[in-house]
């Protein structure tokens, strides 16, 4: 605009200074409907800068209401941010009261910022003001109607790390009514139903997670159901109806077939099945069942283990299925050596666990005791 203004004052001073200088200074004559006007050059441009000047100004005027808007717009968004910053910093000395009425402030803004509705939600949900959270997510879904999906997902994915399924359920089923076909919401309600262990609710709505979840994690669930069944003395046929084709190899949906013959005693056909398996996934779930058939002589199963660990050696899961089988045949020595050859690869509590009990047969108490501690610092 200064650029525009020292443009014109120029071209105004270069005009003036060739009227008065130059002894010709050129004519105009402009004829309209029978009306004519005639002027030097200097004082057409003149009167063109002017006309040019007069345009302006109304523009200017005819758009100075939105020019104000705008500028009390900025004014607020500006001071929404500064309120939101002084809350957030009010958060991380510990001052939670002051934190919320200044965030509160933010939102009373004429451009509130959806941080801040945001922020009020988490602190009403941390404070456990579930009344106070209600009301402020009403405010955000009306205030912003258009991203209500990401509100009502931000809502749902805070209750569950709250812990909160009831009410987090209530904010998927309403995202669910406005985006049926929303991955995001169907990730939703499978955490919320691997949470609550409703297994019914899984298996009725398993195709459906199928177009919006992982293979892995839906196996994962499957193998859940099937295992949660066997406990409960159910028949396994219902589930294994509803598998979705996507996943009926899958090595963990396997694991809890495997599991289901097992506890049928039906080892034979587990065996056949994880001796394929096995070398073809190497799945850490169908290696440790191994260890678990009784069918055919464990002598057997060993020599099995040992020629996979052969072309796997760095294996930690089948170091660990060799020292079980040793466990089971009293080779107590060599359930040791395959046991501490796992926890060098990969150690964990459970494992040191298991090795205090091999130490005690072999009566070395104070091993035993170093490997307990080894696990409860594991633990820690």
Not at 212 to 225: F, K, P, Y
Not at 232 to 253: A, F, M, Q, W, Y
Not at 305 to 311: R, V
């Amino acid at each position: 605009m200064k650029i525009v203004a020292v443009i014109i004052l120029l071209i105004s001073i270069g005009v003036v200074s060739a009227n008065y200088f130059l002894e010709d200074n050129g004519y105009v004559l402009l004829e309209f409907i029978g009306y004519s006007i005639e002027t030097s050059v200097p004082v057409f441009v003149l009167g063109l800068l002017g006309l040019y000047i007069c345009l302006r100004i109304i523009g200017l005027v005819w758009n100075s209401p939105n020019l104000i808007k705008e500028k009390l717009s900025k004014r607020s968004v500006h001071r929404s941010n500064k309120l939101l910053n002084e809350g957030l910093l009010m958060l991380a000395k510990g001052e939670r009261l002051k934190a919320r009425k200044k965030i509160k402030s933010a939102v009373s803004n004429t451009e509130p910022l959806l941080q801040s509705f945001l922020l009020n939600i988490e602190l009403s949900e941390a404070t456990g003001d579930h009344a106070s959270r209600e009301e402020w997510v009403e405010k955000s879904l009306n205030a912003f109607p258009k991203i209500k999906p990401y509100v009502l997902s931000f809502v749902a994915t805070l209750l569950i790390n709250s812990k909160n399924y009831i009410d987090a359920k209530v904010y998927v089923d309403q995202l669910l009514e406005i985006s049926p076909t929303n991955p995001a919401a169907y990730q939703l309600l499978f955490a919320i139903l691997v949470a609550t262990k409703d297994y019914g609710l899984v298996l009725r709505k398993v195709f459906e997670f199928d177009k919006h979840l992982d293979e892995d994690s839906l196996a994962d669930m499957i193998l859940e159901v099937i295992r949660d069944a066997l406990r409960n003395n159910k028949p396994l046929e219902p589930i294994l109806e509803r598998i979705p084709k996507s996943i009926e190899k899958h090595p963990l949906v396997m694991t809890g077939k495997i599991e289901g013959w097992l506890n049928n005693e039906e080892h034979i056909k587990a065996e056949a099945a994880l001796r394929k398996l096995i070398p073809n996934t190497w799945s850490k779930a169908l290696i440790l069942l191994y260890a678990d058939l009784s069918n055919p002589s464990i002598n057997e199963l060993s020599n099995r283990i040992d020629k996979w660990l052969d072309n796997r050696p760095r294996d930690a899961n089948l170091w660990l299925t060799a020292s079980r089988l040793a466990q089971r045949d009293g080779l107590w020595s060599k359930a040791k050596q395959c046991l501490e050859r796992s926890i060098e690869l990969s150690h964990s509590a459970s494992k040191y666990t298991e090795l205090a009990l091999v130490l005690s047969e072999l009566g070395e108490k104070e091993e035993a005791l170093t490997a307990l501690k080894s696990a409860r610092e594991l633990d820690k």
